[in-house]
């Protein structure tokens, strides 16, 4: 199984539409959770971190689920350029993140 | 401007030959890192250091090595016994490489293709 795991998708949806990713992750020990923006052949952005309380970032919220070993990130009212891949982050220690392999979504016009 | 620099953008290698990738970075990070992206999966990390004169082999480290005798510098090569080196790969760099985890940052990364 791996460590941690994303829908790959693609999620194709319409401007306007509200999409949700789900992420699921293995190491109960995990210590932080992030999710991560990867455009076409760019390098990877950090998103937004993910709390247990959960947290809003303008449109984006995320979410972290503990007892079952997931986040999600959802994305409202969605806009042409929130087109990318979104790629879920859990980190073992300070040195060590683990990635999952994206979630690819086209918001369509 | 502040950042990560990673050169080159797109290197083409032919079988059996060595190359180094060059990262440097001005944030004044103490800890770099280097990843491997293949298509359609997630980040791999291959080595980081945390502080100068010391790093330490990440997840995929075969085939490949490191030196970090500069503070803003972290090259990596790609030596020939790595099986299938094709790939993008990505250097960042963090503020510390202590307990507590501090965001990476990632340069623009370098398409290897091996003919």
């Known amino acids: 199984r791996k460590e941690v795991e994303q829908d790959p998708g693609p999620f194709n949806v319409p401007e306007g539409a509200t999409v949700a990713f789900n992420c699921t992750y293995s190491n109960s020990a995990s210590q932080s959770f992030f999710w991560y923006r990867q455009d076409c052949r760019k390098e990877p952005k950090l998103l937004m971190s993910v709390y247990s309380s959960g947290n809003e970032d303008g449109r984006f919220t995320a979410q972290l689920n503990r007892a079952s070993q997931y986040i999600s990130l959802l994305i409202r009212d969605s806009k042409l350029s929130d087109s990318a891949t979104y790629l879920c982050?859990?980190?073992?220690?300070?040195?060590?993140?683990?990635f999952g392999s994206g979630t690819q979504l086209t918001v369509l016009p | 401007d502040g950042g990560i620099t990673q050169s080159p953008k797109y290197l083409f290698r032919k079988e059996g030959q060595n190359v180094t990738l060059s990262c440097e970075q001005n944030l004044n990070h103490d800890a770099m890192y280097w990843y491997r992206q293949d298509p359609g999966q997630g980040l791999r990390l291959i080595y980081y250091?945390?502080?100068?004169?010391?790093?330490q082999k990440g997840d995929i480290a075969e085939g490949y090595s490191v030196s970090r005798e500069k503070k803003e510098s972290f090259p990596l090569t790609v030596t020939s016994a790595q099986k299938n080196p094709t790939a993008f790969y990505l250097c960042?760099?963090?503020?510390?490489?202590?307990?507590?985890?501090?965001?990476?940052?990632f340069g623009p990364g370098t398409r290897l293709t091996v003919l």
């Open positions: 982050v859990v980190v073992r220690s300070a040195r060590q993140l683990t």
């Open positions: 250091s945390q502080i100068v004169n010391d790093f």
């Open positions: 960042a760099s963090s503020l510390s490489g202590g307990p507590s985890y501090n965001e990476q940052f």
